[in-house]
Nanobody
Framework: VQLQASGGGSVQTGGSVKLSCSAS????????MGWYRQAPGKQRELVAT????????DYADSVKGRFTISRDFRKNTIYLQMNSLKPEDTAVYYCYSRNSIDFARIYWGQGTQVTVSS
């Protein structure tokens, strides 16, 4: 599986950013997709995840009510709409996926920087 992320950028507090992540390769085996983020000096944390069968969605408590993850099956793409951004949302955001063949393995897309200024 190959993941190509796009979006990101710099916004002010309260602004919005939308990230995209397109999957290619063995996409029929993908079970979960989503986003992690890593701020400077901090561990990578799970932000949002969506199952490709059933569409179950989970968010980190810190982003609930502000971020929305969605999927487009036709484009093999997921999105992360981030609203009401805060400076603490500043991080490199990584798209990820898991598949049914080797669920323990996480596939990563390239990181995309989101910077929120106060």
């Amino acid at each position: 599986v190959q993941l190509q992320a796009s979006g990101g950028g710099s916004v002010q507090t309260g602004g919005s950013v939308k990230l995209s992540c397109s999957a290619s390769g063995s996409i029929s085996t993908i079970t979960h997709m989503g986003w992690y983020r890593q701020a400077p000096g901090k561990q990578r944390e799970l932000v949002a995840t969506i199952t490709l069968v059933g569409g179950r969605i989970d968010y980190a408590d810190s982003v609930k009510g502000r971020f929305t993850i969605s999927r487009d099956f036709r484009k093999n793409t997921i999105y992360l709409q981030m609203n009401s951004l805060k400076p603490e949302d500043t991080a490199v955001y990584y798209c990820y996926s898991r598949n049914s063949i080797d669920f323990a393995r996480i596939y990563w897309g390239q990181g995309t920087q989101v910077t929120v200024s106060s």
